[in-house]
């Protein structure tokens, strides 16, 4: 394959045809496993500097990697107003089980780690470990809903949305839909069946999802095999040069 050939592919993304569902944007490249897959952020995508981060690492160390963006998001079809948790995750194992082969290490960034907690308990023979960086499991309902003052409840309970106000961009939806359904696919109440190793990464700084909060998913999954790490200059993207070295470190203390 030429130079301008291979660097055209790694501009273009692939696509994954879905009967009666959006298409999915991905870009991945074959080698050593386990295999690596990024699961992004809500309203993130997949050209965030943690996933083309590992995309560097990846290529420098031959190992297989994967990176999409869900429905509604990036470079993937799909309309926000109808975007769920349901499908988000349907979104996921699709790109697991249509995408890649072998053992998989997802590695999740906040609502990306409550994706790959979803996933891992729906493939517990593909994941062989999880990384999660700030995760942000029932997002919808302890960090949006539980957090919002009663008017805009109000407003969300009547008009069936609200326009959250966005500070990298315009003002976005909040559905009813979406706060409903993600009360469906809740895990922090109950143990979260997996029993491969996981790290955690988060930040002290976060001000999105609280550090706390990661303890809250350590609490609960049953695997006994689970680092915490805490960094006490870390924001929500942990994506300092700093940052990402403990991202790949973690990666490679589970891909044993």
């Known amino acids: 394959m030429s130079a301008a050939l291979e660097a055209d592919e790694m501009t273009q993304p692939k696509h994954l045809d879905r009967p009666g569902q959006p298409r999915l944007a991905y870009f991945d490249r074959p080698g050593q496993g386990p295999g690596v897959m990024f699961l992004g952020g809500f309203k993130s995508d997949?050209?965030?500097?943690?996933?083309?981060?590992?995309?560097?690492?990846?290529?420098?160390?031959?190992?297989?990697?994967?990176?999409?963006?869900?429905?509604?998001?990036?470079?993937?079809?799909?309309?926000?107003?109808?975007?769920?948790?349901?499908?988000w995750r349907q979104d996921a194992l699709d790109m697991l089980d249509q995408c890649t082969d072998g053992p998989q290490i997802l590695v999740g960034s906040s609502m990306g780690g409550w994706m790959a907690l979803l996933a891992a308990m729906a493939r517990p023979d593909r994941v062989k470990?999880?990384?999660?960086?700030?995760?942000?499991?029932?997002?919808?309902?302890?960090?949006?809903?539980?957090?919002?003052?009663?008017?805009?409840?109000?407003?969300?309970?009547?008009?069936g949305q609200w326009l959250r106000p966005n500070a990298y961009g315009e003002p976005y939806a909040i559905t009813k839909t979406l706060i409903e359904d993600g009360r469906t696919w809740s895990?922090?109440?109950?143990?979260?069946?997996?029993?491969?190793?996981?790290?955690?990464?988060?930040?002290?700084?976060?001000?999105?999802?609280?550090?706390?909060h990661g303890l809250r998913v350590l609490e609960q999954l049953t695997s006994t095999d689970v680092r915490y790490e805490l960094s006490k200059a870390g924001d929500h993207g942990l994506s300092t040069p700093e940052d990402l070295k403990a991202l790949v470190d973690a990666i490679e203390s589970v891909s044993g």
């Open 129 to 159: 470990a999880l990384v999660l960086i700030a995760p942000a499991a029932d997002f919808t309902e302890s960090l949006i809903w539980e957090q919002l003052p009663f008017h805009i409840r109000e407003q969300i309970e009547t008009e």
């Open 46 to 87: 997949m050209t965030g500097t943690k996933a083309t981060a590992l995309q560097d690492w990846a290529n420098e160390n031959d190992r297989a990697y994967l990176r999409f963006d869900y429905s509604a998001h990036g470079a993937s079809e799909g309309a926000w107003q109808d975007a769920t948790i349901t499908q």
């Open 187 to 212: 895990l922090l109440n109950a143990p979260i069946p997996f029993d491969g190793p996981v790290r955690i990464l988060h930040g002290w700084q976060d001000k999105d999802v609280p550090w706390s």
